[in-house]
């Protein structure tokens, strides 16, 4: 069941009812209490209703009326397929240069973005561990026999041909990871990246608590682009791979708060000259 699905099944409970309990939730969705009590969150922050003790109760101004709750969030988002075919060159210039980052030896964390797909498509058959929650991913790694590729496993969702929940997140627990690389649906304007689902968000939160350097992957598109669920603000990243970064003051921003960027439209040492003189400034 998807996530906007859930809280869809959510509302029409509590307008049969007048209020719900996360336990009767959790057997009706066979779900965590944990997911569950983030969509009563998310739902209260929309207006539909009131937490309570173990539940929810419906808003007064929601009574006799089910509110839509889907418009323009998570079941706008592309499928993975739809994706894969969007951007291509800038997705593979961006892979490429990320290329630059990766050593023998590396443990690193590819999230289930498809611009981590074509960088993953784009790895040498050298020694490394993979770890990611991208299906696509495992089978392009699989005929590499010098990597050793972990599947996060978890909660598998065909739209977006990847795994979520609480036992996505668990292996990161057990791995010393040097390196994430990973995209976003938007950064914005308040300098926070989001995603178009709150399931993909959450495990790319933990997925950056688990990673000693943080790599954001994003092409021009995405910039001042509204979306739904946050991640985490761009202070918290170390390296922008872009394919085009035109927007001065964001260049200024951004080196300022310590992120490197990597503009596949300048060459290495024109980039390297412009994020010396921010940071001189």
């Known amino acids: 069941m998807l996530p906007i699905e859930r809280q869809q099944r959510i509302v029409e409970q509590l307008t049969v009812h007048g209020r719900v309990l996360v336990s009767e939730l959790v057997r009706l969705c066979q779900v965590s209490q944990e997911t569950i009590r983030r969509d009563l969150s998310l739902l209260e922050k929309k207006g539909v209703l009131l937490r309570s003790h173990g539940g929810a109760v419906i808003a007064q101004r929601s009574q006799g009326n089910i509110p839509n709750i889907t418009s323009g969030h998570s079941e706008q988002e592309a499928t993975f397929r739809q994706r894969m075919n969007e951007n291509v060159s800038q997705k593979m210039q961006m892979a490429k240069r990320a290329l630059d980052f990766i050593s023998p030896g590396d443990c690193i964390l590819l999230d289930s973005s498809t611009t981590c797909w074509f960088l993953a498509r784009q790895l040498p058959d050298i020694e490394l561990t993979v770890l990611t929650n991208s299906l696509r991913t495992v089978q392009t790694l699989a005929p590499k026999g010098n990597i050793r590729t972990i599947c996060l496993g978890g909660e598998y969702s065909d739209r977006y041909e990847d795994f979520s929940g609480v036992v996505a997140e668990q292996p990161l627990k057990e791995f010393l990871i040097n390196k994430i690389f ?21 495990l790319k939160q933990q997925m950056l608590l688990a990673s000693e350097r943080k790599y954001l992957l994003m092409d021009a598109s995405k910039f001042s682009h509204p979306s ?41 040492s024109a980039m390297q000259l412009i994020n010396n003189s921010i940071g001189e400034a």
Request: aromatic letters at 10%; hydrophobic letters at 30%.
């Open 182 to 202: 990973f995209s976003c649906s938007s950064l914005g304007n308040d300098g926070y990246l989001r995603e178009g689902n709150e399931n993909s968000a959450h």
């Open 228 to 268: 739904f669920a946050r991640i985490c603000h761009y202070r918290d990243v170390d390296f922008l791979i872009t394919d085009s970064l035109k927007d001065k003051a964001l260049q200024q921003e951004l080196a300022w708060n310590g992120v490197n960027i990597i503009d596949c439209s300048q060459r290495p």
